[in-house]
T-cell receptor, first 111, second 111 residues
């Protein structure tokens, strides 16, 4: 079956613009996680949802970052007024238990 | 501050060699430790360990956890070029699978 998909796969934006990154989890997966991965590092937790409820957003770096999952399926991570330091790979994962299935990520470059 | 440290950062071996990867952790709370393999795209799940001293095996890969000394080992025997990847270790602190990752070990297997 289909895995976790993310779009766009690559996004180049100018500093100060807003971006929206989409995650389409595996059908039926209750939990959805957002991570950010810098080059040469492991993924860093941002936020997660069970169904449509955001359970923890302690990893979001500041209030320019927000996420939603309104119908308990697709999720959007939004970054407002992007800055160069926001450049990274943004990954999403979904699960029904301990095994998280990761998507291919969105490579965000802020110029 | 919670820490997950992997060593070595990278290694190069020849096909048929055995590799041992280390993951040590200092965390405020511990529920489980997970290993992932990351090739060009997304991390894929290998093992989850919750109890000390019980080895988990999958083919040529095996892993064990020591909760007293706060580390885990991932072994790969009879390595093949397809084992070349970044191996990530992660700790689940609170049982909600909000994972704290190490930086990874890059394994290169030469033919």
């Amino acid at each position: 079956g289909a895995g976790v998909s993310q779009s766009p796969r690559y996004k180049v934006t100018k500093r100060g613009q807003d971006v929206a990154l989409r995650c389409d989890p595996i059908s039926g997966h209750v939990s959805l996680y957002w991570y950010r991965q810098a080059l040469g590092q492991g993924p860093e937790f941002l936020t997660y949802f069970n169904y449509e409820a955001q359970q923890d957003k302690s990893g979001l770096p500041n209030d320019r970052f927000s996420a939603e999952r309104p119908e308990g399926s697709i999720s959007t991570l939004t970054i407002q007024r992007t800055e160069q330091r926001d450049s990274a790979m943004y990954r999403c994962a979904s699960s029904v238990g301990h095994e998280q299935y990761f998507g291919p990520g969105t490579r965000l470059t802020v110029t | 501050e919670d820490k997950v440290v992997q060593s070595p950062l990278s290694l190069v071996v020849h096909e048929g060699d055995t590799v041992t990867l280390n993951c040590s952790y200092e965390v405020t709370n511990f529920r489980s430790l997970l290993w992932y393999k990351q090739e060009k795209k997304a991390p894929t799940f290998l093992f989850m360990l919750t109890s000390s001293g019980i080895e988990k095996k999958s083919g040529r890969l095996s892993s064990i956890l020591d909760k007293k000394e706060l580390f885990s080992i991932l072994n790969i025997t009879a390595t093949q070029t397809g084992d070349s990847a970044v191996y990530l270790c992660a700790v689940d602190l609170y049982g909600d699978y909000k994972l704290s990752f190490g930086a990874g070990t890059t394994v290169t297997v030469r033919a």
